[in-house]
């Protein structure tokens, strides 16, 4: 029997993680291992768990999501985050960007939704709901680009960023472009350098924000 994808829910509201444990336990290769209603109570649990991927609230009660993820992904770097979030929480965005977080779910998701984005997580992409990417849009009206010459990057960076914006991983991409693994990554160090970003989505935001790449 194959093993099913671990999962922890990090909300302070006990109803939502009700509803949203509900609809987890139902898809046939997920389940909920845990439950927490803060930052703290998630941190101590995970000492004791081992979940796959954790959906988290950005605001809660004695530590939010921000700090949350910031602190679990400093002790356990391959843990996979996703965040909860409403319409109003913009200006969190970034700061769970930041923080590591691999993508964005809005509180009303859809089952249909939910599947496809612990699919793509756990598979190695990031995901984002498809009404955040008016977020990015925004950023980019209300921002000053990058001055062309201020940032350089070659072809095969700029190549090698829009697949990581479109969710491959380093031996997707290596596939892709017939190129090692190894050449991938070390394009990837380049491309966190220049663009002063510390992971993927920081990369996604930096090149949506300065219109590097296409959006599907």
């Known amino acids: 029997m194959e093993q099913k994808l671990n999962i922890i829910i990090v909300d302070d509201h006990e109803f939502f993680r009700n509803g949203l444990k509900m609809v987890i336990n139902r898809l046939k290769y997920a389940r909920v291992i845990g439950e927490a209603a803060n930052g703290k109570e998630f941190l101590e649990l995970l000492r004791q768990k081992e979940p796959d991927i954790v959906l988290i609230d950005i605001q809660m009660p004695q530590m939010n999501g921000i700090e949350a993820t910031r602190q679990a992904l400093e002790e356990y770097p ?65 921002e000053p680009r990058q001055e062309e010459d201020e940032i350089q990057l070659t072809r095969r960076e700029k190549e090698i960023l829009q697949l990581i914006c479109d969710g491959l991983s ?13 050449t991938v990554i070390g394009h990837k160090s380049n491309l966190l350098a220049k663009t002063n970003t510390k992971s993927s989505v920081g990369l996604l935001s930096f090149a949506i924000k300065n219109k590097l790449v296409e959006i599907q």
């Open 78 to 142: 391959d843990l996979k985050i996703l965040a909860l979030t409403m319409f109003d929480d913009e200006e969190y965005v970034q700061s769970m960007i930041d923080a590591g977080a691999k993508g964005f779910l809005l509180k009303n998701i859809t089952r249909e939704v939910l599947d496809q984005a612990l699919q793509a997580v756990q598979s190695g992409k990031n995901y984002y709901s498809p009404e955040l990417w008016e977020f990015f849009t925004r950023k980019v009206a209300r």
């Open 170 to 182: 380093n031996k997707q991409i290596a596939d892709r472009l017939f190129i090692s693994e190894r």
